[in-house]
């Protein structure tokens, strides 16, 4: 049964053509997740699908209720941010539509809540559409992915890991073909040169022929007939190399080789201790004392839930408080959302070299893999979109003068593909990374160890992401848990009354449960 569907949609931002759909359709149940590059259209398609934007040219077709929860989110200085983002969340299911459309739904939650919501929407009755940039997610919730390129969608069936599977074949078919080409390409070409050498030799007269013979009718002729007859079969062999199919190279990945400042007395060595620091904001304590150590070629995760206490280890070791030594070999480079590190007047490649030490070839390598490719690297940075920005933040910290990369959510406001390029940059980088993300795929690919803090509690696990949770004890869930599983149910059913009859009662019965729901988190 269809929810949904559209035809002949066109949608133009000032002369550009950026959504260009013959027919999309979307049936009960299906679990679409939506993917492309930043700026390719995602945001607005939900919106069109919603009916939140008109085409210029096509109609959506809505056969069932359809909810949208919106990426933007407003703000709200009484709340996190990952508060205010499943209020929307609860507010938008509590609806019960049969179509969901999702933009970026893990914005701003901590790895706990975003497997709440995982659970929340692998029970969901209806169907959806999620765009996320959060791969582990798409992962474990969509049976079909939607790519969206250059305005087309293509589908694929299976999960984001499945989408990639297909990717790497397709390439390996692209490869393949390529090869074909230049195979054939090469063949009629070498054709072509034995031909015209053929038909330069026909014109000059034999060398046995005598003078005499050289003057009986005919003899010149039949060279220049000879000669025309190679020439015509010259030209129909470059007829044919003209209409061979081109076929693009595939763009092949090529492996860093970096030089990296310190590196005899840094590699493997310790560079980075923890000694009993503890750390306490107002009368609330964030983790007790603690007492750990990194060594240089370490990748070490960061995780916890939202208020534990991530950041502010972070801001410690930047800072070396009393209780945090580095090493002198250690050179550090740190990457925050703010994006001060770059300069808006300069271009891409300026803003890159002007902190690397690295030559340029190696400098435009890194940055085909963030996908700035050719003429693009002299783009000037303000004219980039924040995803872009973000991006070219990120490898300008890559290639500077450093060794060791601090890294606080880096993942955010990065496609898919892009969170891809940075997650192989990480795992081939012969320094030290640390980092706080609440990106699954990327903790599980790029961390060796991880430092948990959970409880008021810092724990160092030896091992990776998957190890990690592996060898989690598998308790009965704790008291707290149960609280607020308890509490938030409350709220969905207050929230459900108050969408049909509001009043001063229930309002008051909501704002008390969500200071209990905050006070609890707070413990």
Not at 297 to 320: E, Y
Not at 488 to 517: N, V, Y
Request: aromatic fraction near 6%; proline fraction near 3%; include cysteine.
């Amino acid at each position: 049964m269809q929810v949904l569907e559209a035809h002949q949609i066109k949608y133009y931002v000032q002369d550009r053509l950026l959504l260009d759909m013959e027919q999309l359709q979307i049936h009960k149940n299906d679990r679409i997740g939506l993917v492309g590059r930043n700026g390719s259209g995602k945001t607005t398609l939900l919106h069109i699908l919603a009916g939140k934007i008109t085409p210029e040219e096509g109609k959506v077709i809505r056969h069932t209720q359809c909810e949208l929860l919106p990426q933007l989110k407003r703000t709200d200085q009484a709340k996190s941010g990952g508060e205010v983002t499943q209020e929307y969340i609860q507010n938008t299911l509590i609806k019960d539509p049969e179509l969901l459309l999702a933009d970026e739904p893990t914005t701003n939650l901590d790895t706990d809540h975003i497997e709440w919501l995982e659970k929340k929407l692998g029970e969901w009755q209806g169907a959806f559409i999620i765009v996320s940039h959060d791969r582990a997610f798409l992962d474990s919730l969509c049976t079909t992915i939607w790519e969206i390129n250059e305005g087309k969608i293509r589908e694929y069936t299976g999960n984001y890991s499945d989408y990639e599977k297909q990717q790497e074949i397709e390439n390996h078919q692209a490869q393949v073909a390529y090869e074909q080409y230049e195979k054939k390409k090469r063949q009629l070409e070498e054709a072509l040169k034995l031909k015209e050498k053929r038909a330069e030799r026909a014109t000059k007269a034999p060398k046995r022929v005598s003078q005499s013979e050289a003057k009986i009718t005919g003899s010149k002729p039949y060279f220049a007939k000879k000669q025309k007859k190679l020439q015509k079969t010259a030209q129909a062999i470059e007829t044919r190399i003209e209409k061979l199919e081109k076929v693009e190279k595939v763009k092949e990945r090529e492996p860093l080789k970096m030089n990296l400042p310190n590196a005899e007395t840094f590699k493997n060595r310790i560079i980075l201790r923890v000694d009993e620091v503890s750390a306490v904001i107002g009368e609330r304590v964030l983790w007790n004392k603690a007492r750990f150590q990194a060594r240089g070629g370490d990748k070490l995760a960061i995780i916890g839930p939202n208020g534990s206490g991530k950041t502010t280890l972070v801001k410690k070791i930047l800072n070396q408080e009393p209780g945090i030594s580095l090493s002198p070999s250690v050179k550090i480079g740190y990457f925050s959302q703010n994006l001060n590190i770059l300069d808006t007047r300069k271009s891409i490649i300026e803003n890159v070299q002007s902190s690397s030490k690295q030559n340029e070839t190696l400098i435009r390598t890194v940055l085909a893999r963030m996908h700035f490719f050719r003429e693009d690297v002299y783009k000037l940075v303000r004219v980039l979109s924040g995803g872009e920005r973000v991006k070219v933040g990120l490898t300008k910290l890559f290639l500077s003068d450093i060794n060791t990369l601090i890294l606080d959510e880096p993942t955010n406001y990065l496609d898919t593909e892009a969170a891809g390029a940075l997650e192989s940059l990480l795992k081939e980088y012969e320094g030290s990374v640390i980092f706080v993300s609440h990106d699954r795929r990327l903790i599980e690919n790029v961390a060796t160890r991880i430092l948990a803090i959970r409880n008021q509690e810092i724990e160092i696990f030896e091992g990776t992401y998957h190890q990690y949770k592996q060898n989690k004890p598998q308790k009965v869930r704790d008291t707290k848990k149960d609280q607020q599983l308890l509490l938030e149910t409350k709220i969905s059913e207050i929230l459900s009354r108050l969408s049909i009859e509001p009043s001063e009662a229930l309002d008051k019965e909501f704002q008390k449960l969500l200071k209990e729901k905050r006070e609890l988190e707070n413990k």
